[in-house]
């Protein structure tokens, strides 16, 4: 059993998300409803039940991160059922930084980088875990407790080198 020093739940729970979210199901129901006269009860009820389905969706997403002496592991549910590893020995580097979600990855959420920036996983927030795996490849996993990351990331690659 891998002994944990860092752990770490995040979720979608920032108010102007779901504010945005009430704002946009408020407008499309009332277009729906009120507004266009011409739209049949199956399609108003597909609207809504896909506006549904996507606030359902934001209140099961939950990013999960643990660093420990095997690797840094994450799980972004529901996108991944289980947790996602990068073995010590896969990582060439990571650490915990400030990043511009919005311009390097186009926001957050599973995020795929059109800039060469690789794979992000956040919910909120501008820190995270950028790994750098030996493959070359990159992921950024979000975090709100950077400095904890940082000197738990740090203790390992001591080890490591």
């Not at 009120?34 to 934001?58: A, C, K, M, Y």
């Amino acid at each position: 059993m891998s002994k944990t020093i860092f752990e770490e739940k995040q979720r979608f729970n920032q108010p102007l998300v779901w504010i945005g979210l009430f704002i946009a199901l408020s407008v499309v129901i009332y277009t729906s409803f009120f507004v266009d006269n011409e739209r049949t009860t199956e399609s108003q009820l597909f609207t809504l039940g896909l506006f549904l389905l996507i606030i359902t969706l934001f209140l099961f997403i939950q990013l999960k991160t643990r660093i420990d002496d095997r690797g840094i592991h994450f799980q972004f549910f529901p996108f991944h059922f289980s947790m996602k590893t990068y073995t010590w020995d896969e990582i060439y580097s990571a650490e915990a930084i400030k990043y511009s979600p919005i311009g390097d990855y186009g926001g957050w959420g599973y995020r795929i980088s059109f800039r060469g920036k690789g794979k992000a996983y956040s919910t909120r927030g501008d820190k995270g875990i950028k790994i750098i795996l030996k493959d070359g490849k990159t992921r950024m996993i979000g975090t709100q407790k950077m400095e904890e990351a940082n000197s738990c990331i740090l203790q390992y690659i001591q080890k490591k080198n």
